[in-house]
């Protein structure tokens, strides 16, 4: 197996608002391991982008805050790190891609100086000319043409492709040992989502790292992950390996995921059948119901899920590693298939 090197457990992370103290993420457990991509799917507003943010300590305080659980890092805490401590290990050691690489680049500088500003900040023993060099061949790394010309333009004398190619250029400048994706294809096209990821996976089996891919894209989990994570209100409600998941599937959360996903045949080209949608909003963090948080939006809901029993836990399932957080878990379905 894998070296591990990145744990959460049981993470909780609480904003404080005018209406009162929200769970955004509550009671969070994954691992991740070298040269492997743990994928974290579920809708917007399930707690994804803020289980990453509270990784990278990047959590506002105040509002938000890490209430309670463990972040290790190769067995050392990043909870309540010093901030010195963590500006060493963020950027260096665990990097991130933001969602949205416009407004995450500087639009006054060329990509050459935010490219230099990292390696600079982790790597000070490098020269000027050291650094220069470096950031060309970053850029050339991640499939950039003309890297010489690219360091001396702006963020917005490039494309939407290419500025998330210069995201991913800064995030691995310092060949960190974990990478977070927080929905790296986001507003691409197909053909440059498809280059995006395929970078990623080429760049992941050269250096080793192991990536946290953060999406809302079933289709991208199949096609990059190992293991995957399903959240649903800040809780993760079903867990397993990537085939696991797509086979044989048990929270009808997960299967509703699934449904919703397009459908065609091969030989027409034509879409199958009628596109399907889980039914109803997710409920407001303010006014969870007692029982399991899915309980208005499942076709499988029973009284017991209604909250004489609580909030169901995450428990093993028939398959080696796979955990499901329902009370009345699908006994049988035909996943999507890998």
Excluded at 178 to 197: F, S, Y
Aim: glycine share 8%; aromatic share 4%; net charge neutral.
């Amino acid at each position: 197996m894998s070296e591990k090197i990145l744990e959460v457990k049981d993470l909780v992370v609480e904003f404080k608002t005018d209406r009162g103290t929200i769970k955004a993420v509550n009671g969070v457990n994954f691992d991740v391991f070298k040269g492997k991509t743990v994928g974290i799917v579920g809708e917007s507003g399930s707690g994804k982008s803020v289980s990453a943010l509270a990784i990278m300590g990047l959590i506002p305080n105040p509002p938000g805050r890490v209430a309670s659980g463990q972040i290790l890092f190769n067995g050392r805490s990043l909870v309540n790190m010093e901030a010195s401590e963590m500006r060493k290990i963020r950027g260096n050691k665990i990097a991130m891609i933001f969602q949205e690489p416009m407004t995450s680049l500087n639009p006054v500088f060329t990509i050459g100086n935010q490219i230099e500003e990292v390696i600079e900040l982790h790597q000070p023993q490098l020269s000027r000319k050291e650094r220069e060099a470096k950031a060309v061949d970053m850029l050339r790394l991640v499939g950039i043409p003309s890297p010489e010309k690219r360091v001396k333009e702006y963020p917005h004398q490039l494309s939407g492709g290419m500025r998330q190619r210069v995201m991913i250029a800064i995030a691995l400048s310092c060949e960190p040992d974990v990478l977070i994706a927080d929905e790296p294809t986001t507003a691409l096209d197909v053909t440059i989502q498809a280059q995006i990821l395929e970078l990623m996976k080429k760049l992941q089996k050269e250096l080793g790292m192991g990536i946290i891919l953060i999406t809302h894209d079933l289709g991208v989990v199949a096609e990059t992950c190992d293991t995957v994570a399903v959240m649903y209100c800040g809780q993760i409600v079903e867990t397993a390996d990537v085939k696991t998941l797509f086979n044989h599937p048990r929270h009808p959360y997960t299967k509703g995921l699934m449904d919703s996903i397009p459908s065609f045949d091969s030989t027409t080209g034509h879409k199958k059948d009628r596109l399907k949608t889980i039914e109803g909003m997710v409920p407001s963090l303010f006014d969870l119901p007692a029982g399991c948080n899915f309980q208005d939006r499942c076709v499988n809901v029973t009284e017991q899920c209604r909250g004489s029993l609580g909030e169901p836990m995450l428990r093993e399932m028939e398959l080696p590693q796979h955990r499901a957080a329902c009370f009345n878990p699908l006994k049988e379905f035909e996943g999507k298939g890998l």
